[in-house]
């Protein structure tokens, strides 16, 4: 598991929820700090791929344990 500044948690939340809750989260944090999200709807790992690809930060590692995605997001 790598080292967070900031945690979101948006388990139990359905799309877009996730998404746009990160891109905010993402948008408010500075250049090196690492965002880990914890969601369970099925969709946020698409929708969190799709997400970083247009704001050209790096997904550090992912994981699903227990019914939960945990996404380790750096801010570029």
């Known amino acids: 598991m790598p080292e967070f500044k900031v ?6 939340e ?5 998404v746009m ?6 948008k ?3 250049s ?3 965002l880990h999200v914890m969601a ?6 698409h929708d969190i791929e799709i997400l970083l ?7 550090i590692e992912s994981s699903f344990e ?6 380790y997001i750096e801010k570029i």
């Open 7 to 12: 945690e979101l948690d948006v388990r139990n």
């Open 14 to 18: 359905i799309c877009p929820q996730p």
């Open 21 to 26: 809750k990160t891109k905010k989260i993402l």
């Open 28 to 30: 408010e944090m500075s």
């Open 32 to 34: 090196g700090e690492v």
């Open 40 to 45: 369970t709807d099925p969709t946020s790992e």
């Open 53 to 59: 690809g247009a704001l050209r930060d790096s997904l």
């Open 66 to 71: 227990n019914g939960v995605y945990h996404f």
